[in-house]
C-alpha cells in the first residue's frame, strides 16, 4: 500500500506538470488549430534562463523565476510574429514546418549558450520526507503538485472569468466573427503565446526540480503535452488538465508495477485505444459548422 502510494504521487507530481505544459498547446490550437511544435523548446529555453539568473547571477528564487517567465512569454510572443503569422492562412503543412525550424533555432541557441550537459536544477524549497498514517512522503512532490495545480487554476481563472479571456474565448470560436465584434485578434493571439510560454517555463522549471535541466527536455515536454492533450481532448482546457494527470499516474504506475522499459509502449498502446474508442478525446466534442 506505501508503495502504491508513493507512485501515485510521483504520477501526480509528474502529471500536473504535462497538465501545465498542456495549457499551451491546447490554447493555441483552439484558436488556429494549428500545433505549436515550437513550444516545448521555449520553455526549455525560459528554464535555462531561470537556471542562469538563480547559479550565475544570484537573483532571489522568485524575482528570478517570474524574470524567466517573462522572457518565456516574450519568446512565444517572437515565435508568433516570426514564424506563425507571416504563414498563417498557408496551407497547414507550411506553419508546422515553420514551427519545427523555430523549435530549432531555439535549441541550438540554447546549446551555444549552454552546452548539451545535464545540469541540476537549485533546489529552491526545502525538502523532507513527511510521515502520514505510517507513509512516508517526499514534501517536494505535495508542493510540486501544489503549484502546479495552483497556476493551472490560475490560467483557467484567467481564460473565464477576464474580458481578455473572454475575448480568446470568442476568438477561438470564429476568428472572422471577432473581428467583426470589434476584438484585435492578432493581440488576443499574441496573448496566446504569451500566456503559453509563460505557463510553460513555470512548468518547466516545476519539471526540472523533478528532474534536470538538459536541451531534449523541450521536446520530451512537447511529447509528454501532446499526448495529454490527445487523452483529454484537443482544444479543452479540462481536457489538457485530466489528460496530463492520467498520463502522468499511469506511466508511475506502469514504471512502479510492470517495468519503466514498458512504460512509452504502453501509454502509447493506451492512447491509441482511446483514439479509436473516443478520436476527440475524453473531454473532446465534435462542433457542427454551419456552410
Known amino acids: 500500500m506505501e508503495y502504491l502510494v508513493k507512485q501515485l504521487l510521483n504520477g501526480l507530481a509528474a502529471g500536473s506538470i504535462y497538465a501545465l505544459i498542456a495549457v499551451g498547446y ?39 523565476v517570474l524574470l524567466a517567465c517573462v522572457a518565456g512569454g516574450l519568446i512565444g510572443m517572437l515565435v508568433e510574429r516570426v514564424a506563425y503569422r507571416p504563414v498563417r492562412d498557408a496551407p497547414r503543412v507550411v506553419p508546422m514546418i515553420s514551427a519545427v525550424g523555430a523549435a530549432l533555432v531555439l535549441r541550438n541557441v540554447a546549446q551555444l549558450i549552454w552546452g548539451t550537459e545535464t545540469m541540476p536544477f537549485p533546489e529552491m524549497f526545502p525538502t523532507r520526507m513527511v510521515q502520514v498514517g505510517g507513509i512516508q512522503i517526499n514534501s517536494m512532490q505535495v508542493i510540486i503538485l501544489v503549484l502546479a495545480l495552483s497556476l493551472t487554476g490560475v490560467f483557467a481563472l484567467i481564460v473565464r472569468k477576464t474580458k481578455l479571456g473572454k475575448a480568446t474565448r470568442s476568438v477561438a470560436q470564429d476568428i472572422p466573427a471577432s473581428r467583426l465584434m470589434g476584438i ?27 528532474y534536470a535541466v538538459w536541451i531534449g527536455m523541450g521536446f520530451l515536454g512537447t511529447m509528454k503535452a501532446w499526448i495529454a492533450c490527445v487523452i483529454g481532448g484537443i482544444g479543452s482546457l479540462q481536457g489538457a488538465f485530466v489528460g496530463g494527470l492520467l498520463l502522468g499516474v499511469t506511466e508511475a504506475l506502469i514504471s512502479g508495477f510492470v517495468s519503466s522499459a514498458y512504460r512509452d509502449a504502453i501509454c502509447y498502446a493506451i492512447v491509441m485505444v482511446i483514439l479509436v474508442a473516443r478520436p476527440m478525446g475524453i473531454f473532446g466534442r465534435q462542433v457542427a459548422e454551419k456552410v
Not at 34 to 48: E, R, S, V
Not at 190 to 205: E, N
Request: proline content about 3%; cysteine-free.
Open 26 to 64: 491546447n490554447m493555441v490550437y483552439g484558436i488556429l488549430e494549428l500545433i505549436n511544435f515550437a513550444h516545448g523548446d521555449i520553455y526549455m529555453f525560459g528554464t535555462f534562463i531561470a537556471l542562469s539568473l538563480l547559479t550565475t547571477l544570484n537573483v532571489p528564487v522568485i524575482p528570478a
Open 184 to 210: 484585435e485578434v492578432n493581440k488576443i493571439i499574441l496573448f496566446v503565446y504569451f500566456a503559453g510560454g509563460f505557463f510553460g517555463v513555470a512548468a518547466g522549471v516545476l519539471f526540472s526540480m523533478y
